[in-house]
């Protein structure tokens, strides 16, 4: 469904109140009573998920699953899927520089890229209240898989060329994909760029920044926004290198104090964090949760361009009722002010 979607981030600006925008899929394996195996298996399950999710939640978007190995099994990775768990990456397929200068850029379509594809194209036809993100891996994460995250490490202080292949080839591969999402109906793209955090500020730019950036300008128009996500702890020093990247939206994580990034990012961007996903969504009570998410629109609600979420992906398992009880404490938070 067509969405406004400069009307729509402008009316996420302001004091609120506003509708929170968490990275909410999984769960919704326990809504339609299916497996995460089924669910990141079935187009069908993916666009009735994002469905299920909506009807229960005000959330402000539809998130389509993050299911961060799609795209290194369409370059040939290897897959380890659970029945309970998001898919994994175990092995990597590039050892060296000549592995690196082998690896062919697979066709938009290939593996289960074309099932995602069809998942957000079903959701986008829905009679859904708000626009659909479809969720995509960022470059230096997409590498990472393919070679390894210890091994890409030290390759960036080693073989910093092998890297750069690699991360050119990603980059060309992600740039078509997340056209491809925009042509199926999605409203716009959440890049998850999670890797990135384990990278000093310099190697952050160099090795991450730089492409994102490249990304965002090939692909971002005024209606179709990139929201860059990274959840790792050393996003505070990278601060000036993630503002570079010219993206719509930053969300981060509950490895840092949104507070103190939020002065740090574009003050026309939206940043979004960032209750805990793991302590308070799956292990939290719905007490814990209200307090947290409290806590979180206490520190934050000051800043016009703030919007409460989860820190990262929610995990399948999490308790409904901690879902309801961060909704529910938000809104009471709004009206009390």
């Given at each position: 469904m067509k969405h406004d979607m400069q009307?729509?981030?402008?009316?996420?600006?302001?004091?609120?109140?506003?509708?929170?925008?968490?990275?909410?899929?999984?769960?919704?394996?326990q809504l339609l009573d299916v497996n995460v195996r089924s669910l990141v298996t079935s187009a069908q399950l993916q666009a009735d998920c994002m469905l299920a999710v909506a009807k229960r939640t005000p959330a402000a978007a539809a998130v389509s699953p993050m299911d961060l190995s799609v795209e290194?099994?369409?370059?040939?990775?290897p897959v380890r899927f659970a029945d309970d768990e998001v898919?994994?990456?175990p092995e990597a397929i590039v050892q060296d520089e000549e592995d690196a200068r082998r690896l062919p850029v697979p066709a938009v379509g290939a593996g289960r890229t074309g099932l995602c594809l069809e998942a957000v194209s079903k959701a986008a036809a829905l009679p859904l209240d708000r626009p659909v993100l479809a969720g995509v891996i960022g470059p230096y994460s997409l590498a990472g898989r393919l070679m390894g995250v210890t091994d890409i490490l030290y390759a960036c202080?080693?073989?910093?060329?092998?890297?750069?292949?690699?991360?050119?080839?990603?980059?060309?591969?992600?740039?078509?994909?997340?056209?491809?999402?925009?042509?199926?109906?999605?409203?716009g793209i959440i890049l998850a760029e999670p890797l990135a955090g384990l990278l000093s500020p310099a190697m952050g730019?160099?090795?991450?920044?730089?492409?994102v950036a490249q990304l965002i300008a090939d692909v971002q128009s005024a209606d179709f926004p990139v929201i860059y996500h990274n959840c790792g702890d050393a996003t505070i020093p990278m601060a000036p290198q993630i503002a570079s990247i010219g993206a719509k939206a930053?969300?981060?994580?509950?490895?840092?104090?949104?507070?103190d990034i939020l002065p740090l990012m574009?003050?026309?961007?939206?940043v979004m964090g960032n209750v805990d996903p793991a302590g308070q969504f799956s292990q939290g009570t719905p007490a814990s949760i209200e307090a947290d998410t409290r806590r979180v629109l206490q520190e934050c609600s000051g800043f016009d361009n703030f919007l409460l979420s989860s820190g990262c992906?929610?995990?399948?398992?999490?308790?409904?009722?901690?879902?309801?009880?961060?909704?529910?404490a938000s809104q009471a938070f709004y009206l009390s002010k």
């Amino acid at each position: 469904m067509k969405h406004d979607m400069q009307a729509w981030l402008a009316g996420l600006f302001g004091p609120g109140p506003k509708k929170p925008l968490p990275i909410l899929s999984f769960p919704g394996v326990q809504l339609l009573d299916v497996n995460v195996r089924s669910l990141v298996t079935s187009a069908q399950l993916q666009a009735d998920c994002m469905l299920a999710v909506a009807k229960r939640t005000p959330a402000a978007a539809a998130v389509s699953p993050m299911d961060l190995s799609v795209e290194a099994e369409c370059f040939g990775a290897p897959v380890r899927f659970a029945d309970d768990e998001v898919p994994t990456i175990p092995e990597a397929i590039v050892q060296d520089e000549e592995d690196a200068r082998r690896l062919p850029v697979p066709a938009v379509g290939a593996g289960r890229t074309g099932l995602c594809l069809e998942a957000v194209s079903k959701a986008a036809a829905l009679p859904l209240d708000r626009p659909v993100l479809a969720g995509v891996i960022g470059p230096y994460s997409l590498a990472g898989r393919l070679m390894g995250v210890t091994d890409i490490l030290y390759a960036c202080f080693d073989e910093p060329e092998t890297v750069h292949l690699v991360l050119e080839k990603a980059t060309r591969f992600l740039k078509d994909y997340m056209l491809a999402f925009r042509q199926a109906g999605a409203n716009g793209i959440i890049l998850a760029e999670p890797l990135a955090g384990l990278l000093s500020p310099a190697m952050g730019g160099e090795f991450s920044c730089e492409y994102v950036a490249q990304l965002i300008a090939d692909v971002q128009s005024a209606d179709f926004p990139v929201i860059y996500h990274n959840c790792g702890d050393a996003t505070i020093p990278m601060a000036p290198q993630i503002a570079s990247i010219g993206a719509k939206a930053y969300h981060f994580g509950n490895a840092i104090r949104l507070a103190d990034i939020l002065p740090l990012m574009p003050k026309d961007a939206l940043v979004m964090g960032n209750v805990d996903p793991a302590g308070q969504f799956s292990q939290g009570t719905p007490a814990s949760i209200e307090a947290d998410t409290r806590r979180v629109l206490q520190e934050c609600s000051g800043f016009d361009n703030f919007l409460l979420s989860s820190g990262c992906d929610i995990p399948p398992q999490a308790s409904w009722d901690n879902i309801d009880a961060f909704f529910q404490a938000s809104q009471a938070f709004y009206l009390s002010k």
